[in-house]
């Protein structure tokens, strides 16, 4: 017996949403992975994650100040 499930999304990112989306997959799978499934994670995966948050920021910063 087979079991298939299909997700489908109404909304659709797109440009920059689409790109942030993207990049806090890793921080978030590394976050809950950590918390969830109690993975140890070395000190330069927490700094990884913290320059991909800080890289986001300030991009957004960027695009809502940019005119």
């Keep these: 017996m087979s079991l298939s499930c299909r997700l489908s999304f109404a909304w659709h990112a ?4 689409a790109a942030i989306l993207g990049s806090v997959e890793l921080p978030v ?19 990884g994650i913290a320059l991909i948050t800080i890289g986001i920021a300030v991009g957004q910063r960027r695009t809502s100040v940019t005119p």
């Design 14 to 17: 797109q440009g920059a949403a």
């Design 29 to 47: 799978a590394v976050i809950l992975t950590s918390v969830v499934v109690h993975e140890h994670v070395l000190w330069t995966g927490w700094v």
